[in-house]
T-cell receptor, first 115, second 116 residues
Framework: DAGVTQSPTHLIKTRGQQVTLRCSPK?????VSWYQQALGQGPQFIFQ???????QRGNFPDRFSGHQFPNYSSELNVNALLLGDSALYLC??????????????FGNGTRLTVT | AQKITQTQPGMFVQEKEAVTLDCTYD???????LFWYKQPSSGEMIFLIY??????QNATEGRYSLNFQKARKSANLVISASQLGDSAMYFCAMREGPRNFNKFYFGSGTKLNVKP
């Protein structure tokens, strides 16, 4: 049973560039959320995708956008990269209608470094 | 105000001893869930234990137990019989209400070091 998979594992970009991160949810899950984890901090919610639409969004600028595909996989796009975007980006998946005690299942993350 | 507060940036514990990691939370929603995750250096967030706001008893999962004090808004994680493999970052997280199923609030974490 495959868990949440993310690619790439590491990425180095230059300030001002654009980046795309990819996520495949755990088998049987249909909802994907993205989190940003800066060094030494806890993850922060970016947004959630369900049925190919953004359903909820955290306090992140429009430079952060996403997409969900019919197979439930998802992409996170960040435009006009800033040094402060350097972080571990975590993808989490869940199943709609899950029990209240259902945790989010996380991938290993993509480590983005902006120079 | 911070939704989740973890006041211990780092903790040391001797192998085979018990350790308590502190977590306080802030919410006005009567329905919420509290989660603890372990994050090894590999980066993956590993779910450990859950406590619901309406649960009458403290949650337990193997060596992990949750000391839930609702009036104090605290949900401390207790790890019994610590093992070297328990060395990692530990995060407390909260889900508010059924509409925010995927929006978790995380604390800043506690780095646990288990000494042989």
């Amino acid at each position: 049973d495959a868990g949440v998979t993310q690619s790439p594992t590491h990425l180095i970009k230059t300030r001002g560039q654009q980046v795309t991160l990819r996520c495949s949810p755990k088998s049987g899950h249909d909802t994907v959320s993205w989190y940003q984890q800066a060094l030494g901090q806890g993850p922060q919610f970016i947004f959630q995708y369900y049925e190919e639409e953004e359903r909820q969004r955290g306090n992140f600028p429009d430079r952060f956008s996403g997409h969900q595909f019919p197979n439930y996989s998802s992409e996170l796009n960040v435009n006009a990269l800033l040094l402060g975007d350097s972080a571990l980006y975590l993808c989490a998946s869940s199943r709609t209608g899950g029990k209240t005690n259902s945790p989010l299942h996380f991938g290993n993350g993509t480590r983005l470094t902006v120079t | 105000a911070q939704k989740i507060t973890q006041t211990q940036p780092g903790m040391f514990v001797q192998e085979k001893e018990a350790v308590t990691l502190d977590c306080t939370y802030d919410t006005s929603d009567p329905s919420y869930g509290l989660f603890w995750y372990k994050q090894p250096s590999s980066g993956e967030m590993i779910f450990l234990i859950y406590q619901g706001s309406y649960d009458q008893q403290n949650a337990t999962e193997g060596r992990y137990s949750l000391n839930f004090q609702k009036a104090r808004k605290s949900a401390n994680l207790v790890i019994s019989a610590s093992q070297l493999g328990d060395s990692a970052m530990y995060f407390c997280a909260m889900r508010e209400g059924p509409r925010n199923f995927n929006k978790f609030y995380f604390g800043s974490g506690t780095k646990l070091n288990v000494k042989p």
